[in-house]
Every structure is written in C-alpha cells, then in structure tokens.
C-alpha cells in the first residue's frame, strides 16, 4: 500500500500514553505537566505547572535555565500515521528593561535525530502574555506500523542583560494563567 497524505484526521480514537516527563522545568515523580487529545483528533494540547526561568535579585545560573522533556506514546489507528505538523506555545513573562528571554523546543522520535530548534526571543521592558509558534518546513512522520515514542524537549531561558539586576525577571509556561497552553497540531498520513 501507497503513503497517502491527508489533512483529515483518521476516525479512531488517538489516547495518548506519557511514559516519561522530566527535566529542571519539570522534575520527574511530580504532576508538572499533562496531556490530552482534541475531540476531533487534529491536536494534543501540554499544560505545563511550574515551567519558569527566572533571573535577577536572589537567582543562582540554575535558575536562568529551565527545560521540560515529555516522551509519548501515541497510539493512532491502524494504518495511519502523523506527524507534529505545528506547535503553538504561550505563557506568560515579566522583564525589566535590558532583560530578555528565550523559548525553544524541539522534536523527533526515538530512534531518529532530534529536529533543529528555533528560537523564539523576548525583549524587555515586557510584562504580559506571550505567544510563538513552530511549523514544520519539511515533517518527519512516525513510522508506519510501528510504535515510536514521539519526544518534545522545551527549554526557557532568561538573561538579565543590560538590566540593573535589582528585580526578577521571568518567563513561564505555567497553568496559573489564563490560556496558557501549548497545542500541537497534527498532520496526518495513509500508510
């Protein structure tokens, strides 16, 4: 049988298996982050808790730097594949002016070369919500008839750069705030 691509989602059911969250940003044996599958099968979205990069007064280097690696299963059905098509990430940040902060993932499945990462950069003075996006220039799908992990390596990073130091600049991807989420988009393929 042909690869077919397609921009419908299969009719089956997709559940999502975590078999591992951890990182600095989200230790492992906590609850510090979360997933769960759209209705319609397009999307997973990740609620992160506790996902922040800070700096200035009282932060150490460990601080400045925070990441968050999920290894998941997904289970789609059979004979179907997907690959991550698009991921939108947002959260929330406060600078102080001259600080800066940096969000960035990447992707592959186990077995395979992670993808390159792109960086996505906030300049201060800012404080609100921010929002990027990651689309994919040439997707990578999981393999047909095989079950491969799919893995998402996100990383914060603030800096306090030119700024006086004396406050605490931070950026996060944290479930306290309103629509902070990152979703996933898939896109989908006949095997």
């Known amino acids: 049988m042909t690869d077919t691509q397609t921009s419908s989602p299969p009719q ?14 989200c230790p ?3 609850a510090d982050a979360s997933a769960d599958v ?40 059979a004979g179907w ?10 959260g929330f940040a406060h600078l102080a002016a001259g600080a800066t902060a940096l ?10 070369s992670p993808t390159a990462r792109v960086p996505h950069t906030l300049s201060g003075p800012f404080d ?15 393999p047909c008839g ?13 800096s306090a750069g030119s700024s006086d130091g004396s406050t605490t600049s931070f950026i996060e991807m944290d479930s306290s705030h309103a629509s902070v989420t990152t979703v996933y988009q898939f896109a989908w393929k006949q095997c």
């Open 146 to 158: 095989l079950d491969r992990n799919l893995n998402i390596n996100a990383e914060l990073r603030a």
């Open 12 to 25: 089956g059911k997709i559940t999502l298996d975590i078999k591992t969250i951890n990182g600095s940003g």
């Open 28 to 30: 492992a044996g906590t």
């Open 38 to 77: 759209s209705d319609d099968n397009t999307s997973f979205t990740v609620t992160y808790k506790n996902f922040a990069a800070k700096t200035g007064a009282s932060t150490t280097a460990i601080d400045q730097r925070k990441n968050c690696q999920i290894n998941v299963l997904v289970h789609v059905p």
């Open 103 to 112: 969000e960035q993932a990447n992707y592959y499945f186990t077995g395979t």
């Open 128 to 142: 609100g919500e921010w929002q990027t996006r990651d689309a994919a220039d040439v997707l990578v799908y999981a």
């Open 81 to 90: 594949t997907y690959a991550v098509a698009e991921a939108d990430y947002s």
